[in-house]
T-cell receptor, first 111, second 113 residues
Framework: GENVEQHPSTLSVQEGDSAVIKCTYS??????FPWYKQELGKGPQLIID?????GEKKDQRIAVTLNKTAKHFSLHITETQPEDSAVYFC??????????FGTGTRLQVFP | DVKVTQSSRYLVKRTGEKVFLECVQD?????MFWYRQDPGLGLRLIYF???????EKGDIPEGYSVSREKKERFSLILESASTNQTSMYLC????????????FGPGTRLTVT
């Protein structure tokens, strides 16, 4: 079936460094790619999304890039801060109606 | 402010019990979803609904059923709970057609003993 692979599963960075999380998807018809952040004890919350008609999108310290040919997309966090520590999930739309999520990346930012 | 609420944060049930997990959204969203979250497996879709009284199977519907009698409420039912259904259950809602932001509730951590 359709799937989304996400790497790495854990990521530790020093405060101020950049963090990159990568995902690949299998359904070439996918056209919507959101990223969610889940803090401890909370549900996931959308932080940024990208649609297939653009290659990059930025929102302050967060950016997402999309390579449709290679079927992969990435989340970039610059100038990381301790409050960026959380679990991050990528996702891709499948069959125009379902989101398939990656397995998650636990990001730890050390002061 | 957007809000999805789930009836319980923590729940402990015994094997064989019938379990109801309730989810309510106050955003007048058409779409509602139930996921389970397990370490290393991410979020997996159990059931979803595009409208009142409509339901569609997700990727792992076995052992579960759902009910959507009102637009704002989507219930997940475990007909006969088993230990392998111990998990975190997340409800979400989204507006209109697909490919939109999903808003998640805080989750219910269910333990079946």
């Amino acid at each position: 079936g359709e799937n989304v692979e996400q790497h790495p599963s854990t990521l530790s960075v020093q405060e101020g460094d950049s963090a990159v999380i990568k995902c690949t998807y299998s359904d070439s018809a996918s056209n919507y790619f959101p990223w969610y952040k889940q803090e401890l004890g909370k549900g996931p919350q959308l932080i940024i999304d990208i649609r297939s008609n653009v290659g990059e999108k930025k929102d302050q310290r967060i950016a997402v890039t999309l390579n449709k040919t290679a079927k992969h997309f990435s989340l970039h966090i610059t100038e990381t801060q301790p409050e960026d520590s959380a679990v991050y999930f990528c996702a891709a739309i499948v069959n125009t109606d379902k989101l398939i999520f990656g397995t998650g990346t636990r990001l730890q930012v050390f002061p | 402010d957007v809000k999805v609420t789930q009836s319980s944060r923590y729940l402990v049930k015994r094997t064989g019990e019938k379990v109801f997990l309730e989810c309510v959204q106050d955003m007048d969203h058409e779409n509602m979803f139930w996921y389970r979250q397990d370490p290393g497996l991410g979020l997996r879709l159990i059931y979803f609904s595009y409208d009142v009284k409509m339901k569609e199977k997700g990727d792992i519907p076995e052992g579960y059923s759902v009910s959507r009698e009102k637009k704002e409420r989507f219930s997940l039912i475990l007909e006969s709970a088993s230990t392998n259904q111990t998990s975190m259950y997340l409800c979400a809602s989204s507006p209109g057609l697909a490919a939109n932001e999903q808003y998640f509730g805080p989750g219910t951590r269910l333990t079946v003993t």
